[in-house]
């Protein structure tokens, strides 16, 4: 498609790549086209990918119509190309978000097929399942990037919960229709022993040659020192250098502090803020009791924000955000809550998941700022108002800019104390909790990642610094492992956000409107930083212009 050149096109053309990489998330989001493939791991099959992406990037970035969408196809394209070198398929097993098979088992059984077409569509791609098992293990057999080794255990026992589950998650979509005889034969013939067989290759072949949890980093494997920048800037969307941000986030550690006093005085009485997550962490009436008072409290907090949100945004979601308990063979390897899209075709609402596993080791307190995080007015928000913004490019509404994704959901939780969300005090502690914790990714990552950090070092790093149950300490680490830089997308967003919003109260004085400011920040769809600086300074602009 050389001929391609009006920007329009260049995000269409894109989106098909982007799909083709990654057509179960097409088939989650309601894009038709793609339900019945899966991704194609082979070295091959990623570099013709590669290729693709880089000759749209290097067409994006020359001159032409509409600069806005110009710029986040470039940004996308050149995001796909560095993940695609970084080769994450060959040494990645065990964290959601990136592990292969573990992505899979947990993406499938959400598949909601709306008639006999997209049922056999699954079916299909259920088909194509012990071809791709077979191409994977090819993959990693002849990688020199060897992947962590307790991360491969963990991959292994997530294959086996699967193979003991005594009704197979993976036929969930055709359940009690005609098809589903078909589907478990289907299962049990093929898709089962594949799995099975997988599970013997990471056991046989990769668990003894992985490394051991003092190199974990990406700087412990072939160009890892060059690759790692990349993701840096394919994530944040700036030039930071990860010692840059290393020092950023040490700062803004040491800062947190004054607020964990100030506000822990109201609740402990006079404490540094080092006790004050001391007594977070120890307080027995401050862990959960069941999993049904986590899901009882998110639901309530979700709905609380609702209420209030026309004050604040002068356009809002069509559609409620859902709240739903993480299903238990994803629990143990899930993070502490996620938020799942809306399928553009309306088959799935907008979920706010809640990872209930081992509820009674968790806190209560961070609940409500995670609600708002993950919830309203956080993802929910942005992602099904990006959905409902028909006149730009699929791309424009999909885009995997996680700088401005991340970046706002944990800017809604310091807005969401401004709109008097919070219940109390402690909750407030629980918003600083998870300013610690973001703050404190800036710094394990690049630990990780660049300095040649051990797991123990940032295990201990994060339990000096953050307010977290070891359970939640390990899950985050190991995250960080197998996702390397994505963990830093939140700060980086939110600072860049609030200087946004700072430099035009400052600009605009009366004039500035919070609901006006909001959706300038949304009506675009996810935007580079760069890009969505441009976009409030062209609106202050406007605003000024407006003779009174």
Same mark, same amino acid.
């Given at each position: 498609?050389?001929?391609?050149?009006?920007?329009?096109?260049?995000?269409?053309?894109?989106?098909?790549?982007?799909?083709?990489?990654?057509?179960?998330?097409?088939?989650?989001?309601?894009?038709?086209?793609?339900?019945?493939?899966?991704?194609?791991?082979?070295?091959?099959?990623?570099?013709?990918?590669?290729?693709?992406?880089?000759? /749209?990037?290097?067409?994006?970035?020359?001159?032409?119509?509409?600069?806005?969408?110009?710029?986040?196809?470039?940004?996308?394209?050149?995001?796909?190309?560095?993940?695609?070198?970084?080769?994450?398929?060959?040494?990645?097993?065990?964290?959601?978000?990136?592990?292969?098979?573990?992505?899979?088992?947990?993406?499938?059984?959400?598949?909601?097929? +709306?008639?006999?077409?997209?049922?056999?569509?699954?079916?299909?791609?259920?088909?194509?399942?012990? +071809?791709?098992?077979?191409?994977?293990?090819?993959?990693?057999?002849?990688?020199?990037?060897?992947?962590?080794?307790?991360?491969?255990?963990?991959? &292994?026992?997530?294959?086996?919960?699967?193979?003991?589950?005594?009704?197979?998650?993976?036929?969930?979509?055709?359940?009690?229709?005609?098809?589903?005889?078909?589907?478990?034969?289907?299962?049990?013939?093929?898709?089962?022993?594949?799995?099975?067989?997988?599970?013997?290759?990471?056991?046989?072949?990769?668990?003894?040659?992985?490394?051991?949890?003092?190199?974990?980093?990406?700087?412990?494997?072939?160009?890892?020192?060059?690759?790692?920048?990349?993701?840096?800037?394919?994530?944040?969307?700036?030039?930071?250098?990860?010692?840059?941000?290393?020092? =950023?986030?040490?700062?803004? /550690?040491?800062?947190?502090?004054?607020?964990?006093?100030?506000?822990? %005085?109201?609740?402990?009485?006079?404490?540094?803020?080092?006790?004050?997550?001391?007594? $977070?962490?120890?307080?027995?009436?401050?862990?959960?009791?069941?999993?049904?008072?986590?899901?009882?409290?998110?639901?309530?907090?979700?709905?609380?924000?609702?209420?209030?949100?026309?004050?604040?945004?002068?356009?809002?979601?069509?559609?409620?955000?859902?709240?739903?308990?993480?299903?238990?063979?994803?629990?143990?390897?899930?993070?502490?809550?996620?938020?799942?899209?809306?399928?553009?075709?309306?088959?799935?609402?907008?979920?706010?998941?809640?990872?209930?596993?081992?509820?009674?080791?968790?806190?209560?307190?961070?609940?409500?700022?995670?609600?708002?995080?993950?919830?309203?007015?956080?993802?929910?928000?942005?992602? %099904?108002?990006?959905?409902?913004?028909?006149?730009?490019?699929? $791309?424009?509404?999909?885009?995997?800019?996680?700088?401005?994704?991340?970046?706002?959901?944990?800017?809604?939780?310091?807005?969401?104390?401004?709109?008097?969300?919070?219940?109390?005090?402690?909750?407030?502690?629980?918003?600083?909790?998870?300013?610690?914790?973001?703050?404190?990714? *800036?710094?394990?990552?690049?630990?990780?990642?660049?300095?040649?950090?051990?797991?123990?070092?940032?295990?201990?790093?994060?339990?000096?610094?953050?307010?977290?149950?070891?359970?939640?300490?390990?899950?985050?680490?190991?995250?960080?492992?197998?996702?390397?830089?994505?963990?830093?997308?939140?700060?980086?967003?939110? $600072?860049? =956000?609030?200087?946004?919003?700072?430099?035009?109260?400052?600009?605009?004085?009366?004039?500035?409107? &919070?609901?006006?400011?909001?959706?300038?920040? *949304?009506?675009?769809?996810?935007?580079?930083?760069?890009?969505?600086?441009?976009?409030?300074?062209?609106?202050?602009?406007?605003?000024?212009?407006?003779?009174?």
């Amino acid at each position: 498609m050389s001929d391609v050149n009006t920007a329009r096109e260049l995000a269409d053309e894109l989106l098909t790549l982007v799909l083709d990489a990654d057509p179960v998330t097409a088939t989650l989001r309601g894009l038709p086209g793609w339900d019945d493939r899966l991704p194609d791991p082979s070295a091959e099959g990623e570099r013709a990918l590669r290729d693709r992406a880089e000759a /749209i990037a290097r067409r994006a970035d020359t001159a032409g119509d509409d600069p806005v969408t110009r710029a986040v196809v470039a940004q996308q394209a050149w995001s796909l190309v560095h993940l695609l070198d970084a080769n994450l398929v060959e040494h990645t097993h065990a964290e959601g978000l990136n592990a292969p098979v573990v992505l899979l088992l947990g993406a499938l059984p959400l598949v909601l097929p +709306g008639d006999d077409a997209a049922r056999r569509a699954y079916l299909t791609r259920l088909a194509a399942l012990p +071809g791709y098992l077979d191409a994977l293990a090819h993959r990693q057999r002849g990688s020199a990037r060897r992947p962590v080794r307790h991360l491969v255990a963990s991959a &292994i026992a997530r294959v086996d919960r699967y193979l003991a589950e005594r009704v197979d998650p993976l036929g969930a979509p055709v359940a009690g229709t005609p098809l589903a005889d078909e589907c478990a034969e289907l299962l049990t013939g093929a898709v089962r022993p594949a799995l099975a067989r997988y599970r013997d290759f990471l056991a046989a072949e990769v668990l003894d040659r992985g490394r051991d949890e003092d190199r974990p980093g990406l700087c412990w494997l072939p160009d890892g020192d060059r690759l790692y920048p990349n993701l840096v800037r394919a994530c944040t969307t700036t030039d930071h250098t990860p010692e840059e941000l290393h020092r =950023i986030g040490r700062e803004l /550690i040491e800062a947190l502090d004054r607020e964990y006093e100030e506000i822990g %005085a109201r609740v402990f009485g006079p404490v540094s803020a080092a006790e004050v997550r001391a007594r $977070l962490l120890a307080d027995p009436d401050l862990r959960w009791r069941s999993a049904a008072d986590m899901l009882t409290l998110a639901r309530r907090t979700i709905a609380r924000a609702e209420a209030v949100a026309a004050d604040w945004f002068g356009t809002l979601p069509g559609t409620r955000c859902e709240v739903e308990e993480v299903p238990e063979a994803e629990a143990p390897n899930a993070p502490l809550a996620y938020y799942m899209d809306p399928a553009l075709d309306g088959s799935r609402p907008g979920t706010y998941f809640v990872n209930t596993h081992l509820a009674e080791q968790r806190d209560r307190f961070s609940a409500e700022s995670t609600a708002f995080h993950e919830g309203v007015p956080g993802h929910h928000f942005q992602i %099904a108002l990006a959905q409902q913004l028909e006149d730009l490019p699929l $791309l424009r509404r999909f885009a995997s800019i996680e700088a401005y994704l991340e970046g706002w959901a944990l800017y809604t939780e310091r807005l969401a104390d401004e709109m008097g969300l919070y219940s109390d005090d402690v909750a407030r502690l629980g918003m600083l909790s998870g300013d610690s914790l973001r703050a404190a990714r *800036l710094v394990v990552d690049t630990g990780l990642h660049a300095l040649g950090w051990s797991r123990q070092q940032a295990v201990d790093y994060l339990r000096a610094n953050a307010v977290m149950p070891d359970v939640d300490i390990f899950s985050e680490v190991d995250r960080y492992t197998e996702n390397p830089a994505q963990a830093l997308s939140y700060m980086v967003g939110r $600072l860049e =956000i609030q200087r946004l919003r700072g430099e035009a109260e400052r600009r605009l004085g009366d004039r500035f409107d &919070i609901r006006a400011f909001h959706d300038q920040v *949304l009506r675009g769809g996810p935007l580079p930083m760069a890009v969505l600086a441009d976009v409030v300074d062209s609106w202050c602009a406007s605003v000024l212009s407006v003779q009174d």
